[in-house]
């Protein structure tokens, strides 16, 4: 079975400074990725994918995430966050053959503050 | 274009009472999903419709739990009768037939229930 584990509930940075939200999945097949956001009072939204073509994606408002196969990791980092960034952060693993009618499954979320 | 709209947005009701929710997708989207949140968790997934037929309706609790989504556009969400650890945000979302494929779903801003 599918699954995916965030390793930090909340992360708090300072503005202008890197931010890492670590994400590790499990999964017996070459799995699709996902990161989705949901901002406070708002619908989730999402950040990016990966599905088995590049192992760095890019996704919206500078964000990128890194597939590496050998750690089973998925972690989410952008250069220098703003205050806009604060939200919750969700990493996601596609059910098998998603393509197929499969099933998103989240992690539980990792909430980001930055401070001024 | 329009969003995902859910409505209420917020409701409270006594135990044993009855609720409904109400989702309008995304004009053209012909796949939608009721997803359940509970408070510090991922979304997890409680029906899934292609068109006017549900097509995973596995994880949907059916003794106290209904979903209809007739003409195949907005659909409804039934508890009756409500029990406290039914309180969490009922999220609505919708794809459509050339991105369903890819994980990408947009999210309603979702319904919060309190049982009291």
């Known amino acids: 079975a599918q699954s995916v584990t965030q390793l930090d509930s909340h992360v708090s940075v300072s503005e202008g400074t890197p931010v890492l939200l670590r994400c590790n999945y499990s999964s017996s097949y070459s799995p699709s990725l996902f990161w989705y956001v949901q901002h406070p009072n708002k619908g989730l939204q999402l950040l990016l994918k990966y599905t088995s073509a590049a192992t760095l994606v890019k996704g919206i408002n500078g964000f990128e995430a890194e597939f590496k196969k050998s750690e089973t990791s998925f972690h989410l980092t952008k250069p220098s966050a703003h205050m806009s960034d604060a939200a919750e952060y969700f990493c996601?693993?596609?059910?098998?053959?998603?393509?197929?009618?499969?099933?998103?499954?989240f992690g539980q979320g990792t909430e980001l503050s930055v401070k001024p | 274009e329009a969003g995902v709209v859910q409505s209420p947005r917020y409701k409270i009701i006594e135990k044993k009472q009855p609720v409904a929710f109400w989702c309008n997708p995304i004009?053209?989207?012909?796949?939608l999903y009721w997803y359940l949140q509970n408070l510090g968790q991922g979304p997890e997934l409680l029906i899934r419709?292609?068109?006017?037929?549900?097509?995973?309706d596995s994880q949907l609790p059916k003794d106290r739990f209904s979903a209809e989504r007739l003409k195949g556009v907005d659909s409804t969400l039934k508890i009756q009768p409500a029990e406290l650890g039914d309180s969490a945000v009922y999220l609505c979302a919708s794809s459509s037939a050339a991105r369903v494929n890819t994980g990408e779903l947009f999210f309603g801003e979702g319904s919060r229930l309190t049982v009291l």
């Open positions: 996601v693993v596609s059910d098998l053959f998603y393509n197929q009618g499969g099933k998103l499954i």
């Open positions: 419709y292609e068109n006017e037929e549900a097509v995973d």
């Open positions: 004009s053209g989207h012909n796949t």
